[in-house]
């Protein structure tokens, strides 16, 4: 039998832990705030950055909403810049994609290090490469919480890392460098997965594609590592066919998986950052 | 026939063009300038070292020698800040790895961001694995160079690296995360790397092992890119096997392969450098 990876579980343990720090933190003065910022008018995205805010004040934090539905790269970096400089916020997160037309790196590359919680600089992402202690993206921390919470190593086995953005997969990759294990990395759409996948032990997807890996893919004892998002009206699918769960060893599910852990593992950087203030 | 991916001769071809660039700046009153700084007392690295600002000067370039026996963190820091804030200087390399008991990270951070010609601090690593333009290390440049002069496309293959340095191969597949192809990683002393290297369209070694790849190993028309540089006395041996160049499609020698390349990269990306000052 598998073992599911259960996130939805896992970030209930995690957010009693965060809310005990926190209190702990009042003690010492220090309220953890928390700057999220959102470009364009995405409904989903609004939807999910304002459950951010609310899941950290529903833990006693300090949570601010930007919401800058049309914008420029000027004006998206001076309310960094401001928030940089900000002392009631610990930890700044712009949601991507940014809005179309918007420059990625010029906003990632404003946020100060000290409060980039989310690891979404290059500063971060080049720690992550080295193997330095840095605010990991909250996917590869969301990941690596799940492995240590059921006592499964990351080490010794050949990961596949099927997706390529740059705040799941690829600083995903650039982690397991750093681990004795053997990494392979292919595009989301890469036509040779379906072979790479046949002698992964662990296999990773942000393939944006309901159901992409199935069961006649993978070798028996596979762990499944599932970023799949994959909306159908209201219902969730993952990239991986839940046939596939049969021959795992160990699995995310969708929903329920690494999804959920997702604003816990946020909430817990922005918690770091504020203790090391106090 | 295996295309011999000549290191020397190309090397040649670079400087020529430096030395052409070099001259134009010249009348733009402008001499790029490079600062070396070495630490510790190895031989070997202060004699390659040397060779750079040599090498440097050679082509009308300034170029300055650093060289810290003995020293600490803060020595060390405070000595590329002064190069960082000094106008003849465009470009600072940091010879890794640090004499034993100095602190890389807090070393290779200190280099400002325009003038980090060698791809060294987390910011440029960051940005090789984001895709984003940057001054790659000179081992990735030398590689991406061989590809272009000799007309072979280093997309829709699948890559292995089979090392993890911060300067060669962990931004090597960093980079290659960022192209069309698939990229397997893995530490210079995995024991599957026989089995990856099987399925291998390109195999880049840093391995610090004579011979490790040989001929069993590797499949018919592979592209062999030996970063290998294994001293017995005076003599210098590769990663790779050279019963392997029989199989492969194309090959960098050991010597003459990407070695040569290094110190040219370094130069023409401190010129790039000076350029943006022009």
């Not at 003065?29 to 899941?55: H, N």
């Amino acid at each position: 039998m598998a073992t599911i990876l259960d996130g939805k579980a896992t970030t209930a343990i995690v957010m009693e832990e965060i809310t005990a720090e926190v209190e702990k933190l009042a003690g010492k003065g220090v309220v953890p705030g928390l700057a999220v910022v959102l470009t364009g008018d995405d409904k989903y995205s609004v939807r999910y950055v304002k459950l951010k805010t609310k899941r950290a004040a529903k833990v006693g934090m300090y949570a601010e909403f930007h919401h800058l539905e049309e914008t420029t790269d000027e004006e998206l970096k001076a309310l960094i810049e401001k928030l940089n400089a900000d002392p009631k916020i610990h930890g700044i997160m712009v949601q991507l994609p940014l809005a179309e037309g918007l420059d990625e790196l010029s906003a990632v590359e404003a946020i100060a290090n000290e409060k980039d919680v989310d690891g979404l600089s290059p500063s971060a992402l080049g720690k992550v490469l080295m193997g330095e202690e840095c605010y990991l993206p909250a996917g590869v921390e969301a990941i690596m919480e799940l492995f240590k919470r059921y006592d499964i190593s990351p080490e010794g086995k050949h990961w596949l890392v099927a997706g390529g953005t740059n705040f799941m997969s690829k600083p995903m990759a650039a982690y397991v460098m750093n681990m004795k294990s053997r990494i392979t990395q292919a595009g989301a759409k890469c036509p040779h997965i379906p072979t790479l996948a046949k002698t992964a032990d662990v296999i990773c997807t942000e393939m944006f594609k309901k159901h992409a890996i199935t069961a006649d893919m993978v070798k028996d004892g596979v762990i499944i590592l599932d970023n799949g998002n994959n909306y159908e009206g209201k219902k969730v699918f993952g990239d991986v066919d839940p046939a596939v769960y049969e021959k795992a060893s160990a699995y995310t599910p969708v929903p329920g998986g690494i999804g959920p852990m997702l604003i816990a593992m946020l909430l817990r950087n922005t918690v770091k950052a504020a203790a090391k203030t106090a």
